[in-house]
């Protein structure tokens, strides 16, 4: 009986490995078709062995991978999430990205942010996804501020249910874009996609001056051929073409050192009604792809997106200078102010040299969003903006391309509603896109005791370092106007004859245009404390010489030691009855941003409380806010290893003179 049930148990484990070994084997031959690109061959092999109930770190991310690669963000997230709940103490920082920029796909932007705040913590502060959102928290808000500046319709009349991407201009009069649709040419799969690959198309555009597009026939001459070929750009003479193909050059293909083809640019002039004379630029390369052209209004440039070394991310935005009929100089990256870690692709320039790209860096709506970024007048590209629904949606949108004289483009987009994997969208445009920085800084000079108005009073605008940026005079009806920069940290003094100076911090938000109202009130009278002659802006903290107010750790109670300095307060205020404070409290940097606002929110409240309760001061001498950990005192910030002490001198109140 003993020996029969060794051998039921042996050959149960032997079923049990093999099965195992099978899977594995599976797994295996998975992730060779993966890392080839094969994404659709390998999920199916991935989902198999998930189904039986086998998982991994490694599974889950393939499996996400599989969907994100191809756009399917809705069910990468699905991958995504199971990989977050099982193995968050594992999880990649690029996991945690991608999962938070599917979770926008499917609506879930609390979620994302709360995994964007993991992923800020993970990567540190020089990230730049991670600074965008730090700088952005509230980049839904500013989104819908720059909504609604396009009528966008399908382009259904060339259009189909495979994918149709990447239109540019040919002139007035037509469109060219790429088409997996059943061509004559080609009907081998693509193993990425499983579905054809894609050739070049043209299309009409609407004599009349609409969007609509008409009459899509395919390109002719040897341009198009088995492989993929897409996005294009033309020369204004209509004479050359630039366009997107994978490594195939006189009829023979190429691929880098482990077997994958990649994309590279090419050249083609128009003869007899035919793009011939295909010439592959020069600055390609067989071990990393280059693609999705554009040029310069004047011609001089050819801009491109490229994961070459010394990329940022995924995939950068370079240009190369154009110094004759295939000579062209080193690729030159265009910086951080447009490059993050994500992929930036798909450049467009307007006549005006505005430059449109498709990114998943910048915060945006979810998938690959629009953005759009002004030259500077040293010809570099400034801080981009999202240009808001509906160009953009929480699925990949990009492509985008505008003819500025009639205000009608296109752009492409894989979103919910279309024909087809990707579809080509018609827009037109009904208002203007704010690309830069308009606000400013307005408010009423008066004295602060008997409220009358001070005209000619003398305003001064310095930035934090107290360096003097400019000034104005108040005019009759005592009001003042600066301009400012966007999420800049300034100083405003005014003065006025024997009126005390009065100088008040102020910060400006990264709200494109806003018009900020900072009243200014100037006294003639100074209490003097601690012999010290008081102003508006003090820190009666520091001319009391206070211990600090600090708080425990995630605590909000006052504790006794604080109690006593409270007391100092309330004696002050007693003292000088006109006396008003601005109490300000602040945390460390532990725990999430929300977090920490709610709870020096809380600190706050109770602090007030403490002196308007036990210290008997009204309470509309008292006003507060919570400023979290915006504003710490060294250098604890996310992700820096500091001691107990040092975190401490973060979790601070204080007491800052508006009124005397």
């Not at 996991?95 to 994302?112: M, P």
């Not at 088409?179 to 193993?191: A, K, P, T």
């Not at 160009?391 to 087809?420: A, C, H, M, V």
Request: proline content about 4%; overall charge negative.
């Amino acid at each position: 009986m003993r020996k029969k049930y060794i051998q039921v148990v042996i050959l149960v484990t032997s079923l049990a490995f093999n099965i195992v070994l099978a899977q594995e084997k599976k797994i295996e031959r998975a992730n060779k078709e993966f890392e080839q690109y094969a994404y659709i061959d390998a999920r199916e092999a991935y989902l198999s062995v998930a189904k039986k109930g086998y998982s991994s770190q490694d599974l889950y991310e393939k499996l996400g991978d599989s969907y994100y690669y191809n756009a399917d963000l809705a069910n990468a997230s699905k991958w995504y999430g199971k990989l977050y709940e099982e193995y968050t103490s594992t999880m990649k920082p690029e996991y945690l990205f991608r999962y938070s920029h599917a979770l926008k796909n499917i609506g879930d932007y609390t979620l994302s942010d709360t995994v964007m705040e993991q992923f800020d913590e993970e990567t540190g502060k020089d990230e730049r996804r991670a600074k965008l959102f730090r700088k952005d928290r509230n980049y839904l808000d500013l989104i819908d501020k720059q909504s609604g500046k396009f009528k966008v319709f399908n382009a259904e009349n060339i259009n189909t249910a495979g994918s149709d991407f990447g239109p540019s201009f040919y002139g007035k009069d037509a469109i060219y874009f790429a088409s997996d649709r059943s061509n004559g040419v080609s009907e081998n799969i693509h193993d990425w996609t499983n579905a054809p690959f894609l050739n070049l198309f043209k299309a009409d555009r609407d004599e009349s001056g609409k969007a609509s597009l008409f009459n899509p026939i395919e390109t002719k001459g040897p341009v198009n051929t088995k492989f993929h070929e897409s996005s294009t750009v033309f020369t204004k003479d209509g004479r050359t073409m630039y366009f997107t193909r994978n490594n195939y050059t006189d009829k023979k293909r190429k691929s880098d050192a482990n077997g994958t083809t990649k994309l590279k640019l090419y050249k083609a002039s128009l003869r007899n009604d035919r793009w011939t004379d295909i010439q592959e630029l020069p600055f390609n390369s067989d071990e990393y792809s280059v693609a999705h052209p554009a040029l310069s209004p004047d011609e001089s440039r050819l801009y491109f997106s490229s994961d070459m070394p010394g990329t940022e991310g995924l995939s950068d935005l370079y240009f190369v200078k154009i110094q004759g009929s295939n000579t062209y100089s080193e690729p030159i990256n265009l910086g951080k102010n447009i490059n993050t870690e994500g992929r930036e692709t798909f450049p467009h320039i307007t006549e005006k040299g505005d430059l449109f790209f498709a990114s998943d860096g910048h915060i945006g709506l979810g998938g690959l969003d629009v953005f759009v970024s002004k030259p500077s007048l040293q010809g570099r590209y400034k801080e981009p903006f999202n240009v808001g629904r509906p160009i953009n949606s929480p699925d990949d949108d990009f492509s985008f391309i505008l003819d500025e004289s009639d205000k009608i483009g296109y752009f492409t987009s894989n979103r919910l509603g279309g024909l087809g994997n990707d579809d080509i969208y018609a827009f037109e445009q009904i208002g203007e896109l704010i690309t830069t920085c308009n606000q400013s800084l307005i408010g009423t000079v008066t004295d602060a005791e008997t409220r009358d108005l001070l005209p000619g009073a003398r305003v001064t605008l310095f930035n934090e370092k107290l360096e003097k940026i400019t000034s104005t005079i108040a005019d009759r009806k005592a009001n003042y106007e600066l301009p400012i920069e966007c999420d800049k940290k300034y100083v405003i003094r005014a003065e006025e004859g024997d009126y005390k100076p009065t100088e008040v911090d102020f910060a400006s938000t990264t709200v494109f245009e806003f018009e900020h109202n900072q009243p200014l009130q100037l006294r003639k009278g100074t209490p003097v404390i601690n012999n010290v002659k008081t102003k508006i802006g003090d820190d009666l903290a520091k001319i009391l010489q206070l211990n600090p107010i600090y708080f425990d750790f995630d605590k909000d109670f006052i504790r006794p030691d604080a109690a006593v300095e409270l007391e100092k307060v309330i004696a002050v205020m007693k003292e000088y009855p006109k006396l008003e404070v601005d109490v300000r409290s602040h945390t460390d940097s532990r725990a999430p941003f929300v977090y920490n606002i709610d709870l020096s929110t809380r600190r706050n409240k109770n602090t007030i409380k403490y002196i308007v309760e036990k210290g008997g001061i009204a309470k509309d001498r008292l006003t507060g806010r919570g400023y979290g950990e915006i504003e710490l005192t060294n250098e604890c910030a996310d992700g820096v290893d500091c001691t107990e002490e040092q975190h401490q001198l973060n979790r601070r109140s204080e007491f800052i003179i508006v009124k005397q």
